[in-house]
């Protein structure tokens, strides 16, 4: 059985740094694509990183240059390194894997 499990989201001053984490079970991390979505209030999910099954990582452009998506295999997880937040950034943060999604962790970036 397939789980993602995220944590690590907070309430965080514009211009801060927060680090996500999507733990997974039932399948090997480095084998497949995994991708890091978001959603706002009101707005649809979005995709803001992904991992392919080959290694490469792309960005949004909305995120590209802030945020950096990285995993450690012996642990089965995956990471979102978010630097420079603002306030648009806020959203219920999921990470996705064919379909399966977590249950979301919550950031908000304000003063």
């Known amino acids: 059985q397939v789980t993602l499990v995220e944590s690590g989201g907070g309430l965080v001053q514009p211009g801060g740094s927060l680090t996500l984490s999507c733990a997974v079970s039932g399948f090997t991390l480095d084998d497949y694509s995994i991708s890091w979505y978001r959603q706002a209030p009101g707005k649809e999910r979005e995709m803001v990183a992904i991992?392919?099954?080959?290694?490469?990582?792309m960005y949004s452009d909305s995120v590209l240059g802030r945020f950096i998506l990285s995993r450690a295999n012996a642990k089965s997880t995956l990471y979102l390194q978010m630097n420079s937040l603002k306030p648009e950034d806020t959203a219920v943060y999921y990470c996705?894997?064919?379909?399966?999604w977590g249950q979301g962790t919550q950031v908000t970036v304000s003063s």
């Open positions: 996705n894997w064919g379909g399966v």
């Open positions: 991992k392919s099954s080959g290694g490469g990582i």
